[in-house]
């Protein structure tokens, strides 16, 4: 009876100690888990890292704005380098007229020195008579007559319709005409078959002088 009942304590005592060491162990495990991922901590890491990370990139509207300010400002630079200017051109088209001094005096001519003719068969305010092989040695004069900035004509300029509705300019109603082939300077064709003849002007008709 005794030894029974001590081997029932015994027992007993065993079953104890079994169930404090899986208490035990149980506790302890659970302790390192909670020690080696903490939510809270991971939370608080997490948002400290990717506030990190958004102060150290900026933002597309940021980047945006500054390369936006660097164009302005490049820009504003480079129009700054380019000189304005003043010289303005006439339109396609235009024929400019200058007092031009020659061996015969101040006479018409074009922009490019070469002098111009009036014809003695025209009419004033009439059409063109030098036409065909005529006006393959002289040439009309044409496009939108336009004076030179520095000269001041005491007549008028007008265009005429000629063969084949080519607008000739035209000074004080008479048709202009160059002679083919002159070179710059040249009044050469002056009184030839006692018909052409240049347009006599003054050095006055200059506003600068020459």
């Known amino acids: ?22 208490c035990g162990g149980s506790s302890s495990s659970t302790s390192t888990t909670g020690a080696a991922s903490n939510p809270a901590t991971q939370g608080t890491a997490g948002s400290s890292a990717s506030t990190g990370s958004s102060s150290s990139t900026s933002s597309p509207a940021s980047t945006a704005a500054a390369q936006g300010t660097h164009s302005s400002s490049a820009a504003k630079q480079s129009a700054q380098a380019q000189p304005s200017s003043a010289v303005s051109f006439p339109p396609v088209g235009t024929t400019v007229l200058i007092v031009l001094h020659s061996s015969l005096g101040w006479v018409m001519a074009k922009a490019d020195d070469v002098v111009v003719y009036t014809y003695a068969k025209d009419t004033k305010g009439g059409a063109p008579q030098c036409t065909g092989s005529c006006a393959s040695v002289w040439a009309p004069v044409t496009g939108m007559p336009k004076a030179g900035p520095a000269d001041t004509f005491p007549g008028t300029f007008g265009v005429v319709t000629g063969a084949g509705g080519q607008k000739q300019i035209t000074y004080d109603g008479y048709p202009l005409y160059i002679y083919v082939g002159a070179p710059a300077l040249s009044t050469k064709g002056d009184g030839i078959d006692g018909v052409w003849h240049v347009v006599k002007l003054s050095g006055s008709d200059i506003s600068s002088g020459t």
Do not use: D, N, Q, Y
């Open 1 to 22: 009876m005794r030894k029974s009942g001590w081997a029932a304590a015994a027992a007993g005592i065993s079953s104890l100690v079994l169930l404090l060491t899986a």
